[in-house]
């Protein structure tokens, strides 16, 4: 009997043949399809048809593009590779900037309940605003579209983090906090060695969905700022009609999103493991 894995593991193999047979079908369809009408556009003034390509095609742009994912032509014309690279920049430097900010915040949150009262109505006000809100309002002041971008990043980064720390320190045993007490450890020193290592899988938590929601975001927010990076790759390549390069940027952003979640992912069964 094959394990569980190799069963999932096959599972999702006939899952995306099945996908793969079903596009494969519709891109091969006649063109008067209910389906596909969807894609036409108009171009110019002409009626030019955009259709969804074949999975060959964008297997064969795949090649193309990683075969040389760093080239530089000039300002719209750069590689796959590149575009990440510079989508991923301002994702860890406004991520980092939020880590900073959040879990000393949050710390201090949750070991007073004071304070956790006196800032609950700040945060269930802030909270809900989508970080694109934003993006006008930091334009503005900061005036700059790549501060402006890693800005919004540093905001939507922010909450899960803050509030799954302030809730992961105020949630500590009591009975850890009475043994720092009885060996008349500082507060310090009980923050970093007693109530840390018991709310690490709960910050790690926070900052596993901090990374997912940002790398969320980054697209959004480079497609209105336009530049370089994969959103305004992708919103480009829309623009030029090439269907192809669409789709194969949004599976590039996929195993983006899912390498930076796996990684955390490892992170917190890692703490959870040795907690």
């Known amino acids: 009997m094959f394990s569980l894995r190799a069963r999932a593991a096959l599972l999702s193999i006939a899952v995306l043949l099945a996908f793969l047979g079903f596009w494969q079908a519709l891109a091969s369809g006649s063109p008067g ?72 915040t949050g710390f201090s949150i949750g070991m007073s309940p004071l304070l956790m009262r006196a800032m609950n109505p700040f945060i269930q006000l802030l909270k809900p605003v989508s970080p694109l809100a934003w993006m006008p ?75 997912g929601i940002s790398w969320l975001v980054i697209v959004a927010a480079e497609m209105l700022v336009g530049g370089v990076g994969i959103g305004y790759y992708v919103w480009n390549e829309w623009n030029n009609l090439d269907l192809a390069a669409v789709i194969f940027s949004i599976v590039m952003i996929g195993l983006v999103g899912m390498l930076l979640d796996w990684l955390l992912g490892r992170a917190a069964e890692l703490v959870s493991f040795k907690a």
């Open 33 to 104: 399809e209910s389906a596909r009408t969807q894609y036409e556009s108009l171009v110019a003034g002409d009626a030019q048809t955009a259709r969804v390509p074949p999975p060959s095609k964008v297997l064969s742009l795949a090649v193309e593009q990683l075969s040389d994912p760093f080239y530089d032509r000039g300002p719209n014309d750069k590689g796959i590779g590149t575009q990440l690279l510079y989508s991923l920049g301002r994702v860890l430097v406004g991520y980092l900037l939020a880590l900073a900010v959040a879990i000393p």
């Open 137 to 211: 309002l930091a334009l503005f002041v900061i005036q700059d579209s790549v501060t402006s971008s890693v800005f919004v990043i540093f905001v939507c980064s922010l909450w899960p983090v803050l509030i799954n720390t302030a809730f992961g320190v105020s949630s500590v045993n009591a009975d850890y906090l009475n043994v720092a007490k009885t060996l008349e450890l500082g507060p310090l020193r009980t923050a970093l060695t007693v109530i840390l290592p018991a709310a690490a899988p709960t910050i790690l938590t926070g900052m596993r969905i901090s990374i």
